[in-house]
């Protein structure tokens, strides 16, 4: 098995590190850099636990490979909060209840942060439209729609 | 029990009030750790081998080359588990990995222990299993016709887990004297819960030899005593910690073989072990929605009043017990609740299959019979000329009453739910109304506020909290119950936060960790929120009285006169005379010494003394009713849900945010299961042993509503405070999603005039039905046979109006009535 050195920057921290070709990004993040935030739900790019940005775009980093990210900037759940505060997405998860197990949160986080990156003031159609890779089973969608414009609120 | 006492209403200082959860900071920075996110150091990672075949004979396991792969450090098989468990008592079937025998697809036969998870997979796949396949039994249909060869050697004879036949009063005479009988035959499928955590665990050694097992568990006690037993190890020895449930949804609450095989590992190897399931194994370990065919028989006056009804379900259980005693049991129990019904035959019939084996998923055991009777009072109303929502208004069970089946009511707030829903909708202004293709269904439900009985038989508390206050201020709650998302954190701080006048985020929580927290039975059957409720009220009241007896000494007032309101301990009559809560705490453990307390719960005794009597009592009972409003496209079939209004009785709101989540989540389940969620197998061809396989494993295919497809939900909180929960509050995690599915099914006939008594309710159903409507036949879709069941003579018991005491006929007094929760299941009566 092939190893390959790659150098990512995570959160704003470079890691150079060695990977085998066929190590997931995911797996990269989990088990190598132990940022487990980012979580795994499905094996099959269904359900969006796993998103993370890459280069600021949403990927389910269960189909990216880790030797995909060399010499690419990413941003995880862990770097949203800046220096003690949380982010607006964050604020508005938590405030609006857009969670209750919190497992796909992570993900949701990065999706709903990407989407008011390229649309900093979505219709609750766009929202619905930008969520729909992720699943959720506890929240039935309501409150994470909230949690999203209460972020785009707070962002104007 | 508290100072803010039962009977009261709207919102407390903290409770009532919208909180942002306790625990929400750590799940929205990603540092709340899942089990799959520990990490311990020299940890080793296991894979399970599991059967191709659905029902074979293991006649010989070759490890030899999986022990000589790189990496490996441990091979086991059956031979290393030979004792057996299982979650209920009278069903202990399971081994952790199989002996001699497989049951379905995905039953364990080996484990590998590697020093990385690709090695244990890849060793995984070096072992060698001899299978001697058997005869498969795909259905509850061929387990009745085919008794040999048996999937166990228990039962009720042949491939019959468990019979069961109650007569509440003589049904067949009240159906000869009724006006008119209905009878249909419903089908509710199965469906699984998909958490979107799978399951993970890791066992460690701590450095005196005790395990140690971290799981995603909603049941920590109940794993610590089936690895007690499993491992043949004093429970002493063992501690379970139930790490944040990332979702479970009655998943989670079985003990699992993946978690006893770690278990075993980490005691062998001494190094902690970790493993992970796939989404397809979690696929494969299910647990959920039994599927049941049912047959309703219900007898009505003129006016639709229910004279009597006679209800036979038929569950496809699985390949295991799991919980399907209780399961089976709850096919009928409740269904008394809801409505008044004065004479009552309950039979049920839970047949072994070579699949996963069925259990508790949200509702256990509960929507199916709902599902079927909504959409028969539904059919009863049409055929009357009656308003569906009058029909149900004139016969809500008596509040306070006995149930033909000697279940305790208490509050009920049905008839606000009801009339909530029907004027948030403009029911009565558009139900058969609205153009073809649109319409609304109407459908009720209740349910239990925990099981009234443990699942293994004792006297002992059902939940326990304790307390610890300390000079700094500082309040620590100890609890056995398990956050699995529902918030049972949060309402737990905020009903100690409300006795102690102090706030939610100020009470610290240890939970679910069986050497530190007192016992606490699970996070299940709706129980957390009235049991630990009450067991943390108790609690938190006992530290109060310490409190005020050392505050109420330094202010010279008598404690009576106390106060405990915005962090301070102050005289109501005076009230800048006080203290802050810290100062308080001070006084009182200078004047007392350390300040510790305790509260427990234990759920009111039944007044049902028959045996299988222990499913069904609860101290509580929340009631829900819910419109759905449905586009169905005639052309496809499809059904868009465009809204629901949903009224929930819940007692009281501890937390309206967390409890609008709750009943959202609920319908959002229960559209799932309305409309497309389906565990469904299909058989490989025989040269592949007739492989009974799960047609969907995958979240890509299996499917699940998304947000695209969730409608707008209108919530409705009814407060009839019960005097037997916490502040008087029910429970709203299951409740409200079982009026969802036979809502769509009535808002479905009220759009094209068909009938869909079935669920899920697909696209091709309702383009089936559309096509009978067409050629003249009436449009339904659904089952057409019963198949035959031997069922055992009834056991009788005359209803509380007919002279009933609880027992049944010639029943010797005694203990037998306890049966049903777990420990004494029985069948009911000998077999004819």
Redesign the interface.
Known sequence: MAAHKIRVTVNGTLHEVEVESRLLLVHLLRDVLRLTGTHIGCDTTHCGACTVLLDGEAVKSCTVLAVQADGRQLMTVEGLEQDGRLHPIQEGFWQEHGLQCGFCTPGMLMTSYALLKRNPKPSETEIRQAISGNLCRCTGYVNIVKAVQYAAAKQQ | MSGDGQGARGPGRVIGRPR??V????????????A??L?LPRMLFCKLVRSPHPHARIVAVDTAAARAAPGVKLVLTGEDFPIPYGIMPVSQDEHALCRDRVRHVGDPVAAVVAATERQAAEAAGLIRVQYEPLTTIASPEEALATPEPRIHDYGEGGNVHRLAHFAFGDVDEALRGADRVFEDLFFYEGST??????HAAVAALDPDGRLTLWSSTQTPHYVHRELARALDMPAHRIRVIAT??????GGKSDPFNHEIVVAKAALLTGRPVKI?L???EVFYCHRGRHPVLMRLKTGVKPDGTIVAMDLETLLDGGAYGSYGAASALYTGALQTVTYHVPRYRFRACRTFTNKPPCGPKRGHGTPQPRFAQEVQLDKIAVALGKDPADLRLQQIAPAHSLTANFLKLGSIGLRECIERVVDGSAWRARRGKLPFGRGLGLACSSYLCGAGLPIYWNDMPHSGVQLKLDRSGAVTAFSGATE????SDDVLAAIVAEVLGIEASDVKLVTGDTDLTPVDLGSYSSRVTLMAGNAAIQAAERAKVMLAQAAAEKLGVSPERLAFADRRVFDVENPDAGMGFADAVILAETKLGTIGTTGSYRPPASAARYRGAGVGPSAAYSYTAAVVEADVDPASGWVTVAKVWIGHDIGRVLNP??A??QV??S???GLGEALMEEQTFRRLPPRLSSALVHKIP???EYK?P???E?PE?VTYFIEEPDANGPFGAKEVGQGPLLPIAPAVANAVYDAVGVRVDEVPITPEAVLRGLEERGEGHAARVGPRAFPAVRWPDALCVAPPWEGGDGTAVGQKPGRAGRGGGGGAVATTGSRT
């Open positions: 942002r959860r625990d929400g900071r750590a799940k929205v920075t990603g540092q709340t750790l899942f799959d996110d990490f819960h998909i958490p979107l955590e799978q944040p449930n990332g979702g479970a949804f992970g796939t989404r397809e699995i998302g529902q918030g945010v967390l609008r989540g959202e989540g319908v959002y389940m995958s979240l890509l699940s998304t947000s695209l969730m939900v």
